[in-house]
């Protein structure tokens, strides 16, 4: 597959299963992750990688926060929330950290986060596995931000589910691209 197909052709992958990724092929997703644009050259991003046991505390950290929004979260909704990190067998964190900067304001910060983030799928789908971005309240929930340790310029960008696809692979409706694209001004 050529550069232009693998960027078209990348899809969320909902249904993801064993293997994750291994080790070696993390960091080269993280490699190309951190040559994202970075105005200031801040890197304002960090990444916390959840396989393994660490799904489990995953879990167990989401229904703390399910609880602690909702005393009255019953059983079906508390084991929803333990087996979301088993959607797939590892969870990547993005983390935006944000910095002052007189010139680097924080949706800047942010957007190259989501680039990172984006260069990150992209590598992993060049190397055969699959990706899909969540958010979400827990992404955005207090409870979630201190138990995985974040600090008070930190926020939560996604939790990037990782794995093998699992059955067909989606394919990428086709879109014209002058539909999202206009010439603006004179030639």
């Known amino acids: ?18 293997p994750a990724p291994p080790p070696a092929v993390v960091e080269q997703a ?4 951190i040559r ?8 304002p991003w960090r990444f916390l990688t959840i396989r393994g046991e660490g799904l ?4 167990e950290l989401l229904v703390k926060a399910g609880v602690a929004k909702d005393p009255a979260t019953d059983e079906r909704e508390t084991n929803k929330l333990r087996n979301m990190p088993h959607r797939a067998p590892m969870v990547i964190v ?3 950290r944000l910095q002052e900067n007189p010139k680097v304001p924080a949706n800047e910060q942010r957007l190259s ?3 990172a983030v984006m260069k990150m799928m992209l590598a992993l789908h060049a190397q055969g596995y699959g990706s899909m971005w969540r958010t979400g309240w827990l992404a955005y929930d207090p409870v979630v931000e201190q138990g995985l340790g974040l600090s008070e310029n930190e926020e939560i960008a996604g939790f990037i589910y990782v794995g093998t696809a699992s059955g067909k692979e989606r394919q990428a409706p086709k879109l014209d691209p002058a539909d999202f694209c206009q010439a603006w001004g004179s030639d």
């Not at 993280?30 to 992750?33: G, L, M, N, P, S």
């Not at 994202?36 to 890197?43: C, E, V």
């Not at 489990?56 to 879990?59: E, H, I, P, S, V």
């Open 113 to 115: 986060t989501g680039a």
């Open 94 to 96: 993005a983390i935006t």
């Open 56 to 59: 489990n505390q995953l879990g």
């Open 1 to 18: 597959m050529d550069n232009l197909e693998l960027l078209e052709g990348r899809v969320s992958a909902p249904l993801l299963h064993e």
């Open 36 to 43: 994202a644009p970075d105005h200031g050259q801040l890197k």
């Open 30 to 33: 993280i490699r190309a992750a």
